[in-house]
C-alpha cells in the first residue's frame, strides 16, 4: 500500500524509495511504514525505517508519523535481535547537520552492536555540574508546550 502521493517529495531518496523508483532491500513494510537495510552499513545488520510521510527531521515531523516510525523501529529491533543475536542495539535518530543527518527525510537507524566492534558512538558518564544542569532543565520545561 502506498503512502499518500501529497505527503512525498519529488528529489528525496527515501520517498523515491517509497514510490517504487529506486531499488531497496526491503524487511518491512506496512501501511505507514518501509523498513529497509542501510547500503553505506556501520554494522551487520544495520537497517533504517521511514515513514510514508515526507518531513526533514523530528522537529518537522507530525508526532503520529514519528509514533508510527518509532514503534516500527521496535518491530525492526526485534527481528535483527532474534536474527544476529547482537550484544546489543543501538537505536539513532539524527536531525540536522550537526547531528550528521545524511537524508532529510525523518529515519531511525536500526545499529546491532557487539562488544568489542569498536563504533564510537558511546560515550564515558562524566559528572556534570548539577547547578547547571537543572537551571537548564527549568529553561527547557519552560519551553514544553
Given at each position: 500500500?502506498?503512502?499518500?502521493?501529497?505527503?512525498?517529495?519529488?528529489?528525496?531518496?527515501?520517498?523515491?524509495?517509497?514510490r517504487g523508483e529506486v531499488p531497496c532491500f526491503k524487511v518491512f513494510e506496512d501501511d505507514d511504514i518501509l523498513a529497509f537495510m542501510d547500503i553505506n552499513p556501520i554494522a551487520e545488520g544495520h537497517a533504517l525505517v521511514i515513514p510514508k510521510h515526507h518531513s526533514k527531521d523530528i522537529l518537522e515531523s507530525p508526532s503520529q508519523w514519528v509514533g508510527k516510525t518509532f514503534a516500527g523501529a521496535k518491530r525492526i529491533a526485534e527481528a535483527v535481535h532474534e536474527?544476529?543475536?547482537?550484544?546489543?542495539?543501538?537505536?539513532?535518530?539524527?536531525?540536522?547537520p550537526g547531528a550528521k543527518q545524511s537524508v532529510l527525510h525523518l529515519h531511525v537507524h536500526i545499529?546491532?552492536?557487539?562488544?568489542?566492534?569498536?563504533?564510537?558512538?558511546?560515550?564515558?558518564?562524566?559528572?556534570?555540574?548539577?547547578?547547571?544542569?537543572?537551571?537548564?532543565?527549568?529553561?527547557i520545561a519552560a519551553n514544553m508546550e
Open positions: 500500500v502506498m503512502a499518500d502521493e501529497a505527503h512525498l517529495d519529488e528529489d528525496c531518496i527515501f520517498c523515491k524509495i517509497l536474527t544476529l543475536k547482537p550484544d546489543g542495539i543501538n537505536i539513532v535518530q539524527a536531525n540536522g545499529i546491532p552492536r557487539t562488544l568489542d566492534d569498536g563504533l564510537t558512538m558511546n560515550w564515558e558518564l562524566v559528572p556534570g555540574d548539577m547547578d547547571d544542569i537543572g537551571g537548564l532543565a527549568e529553561r
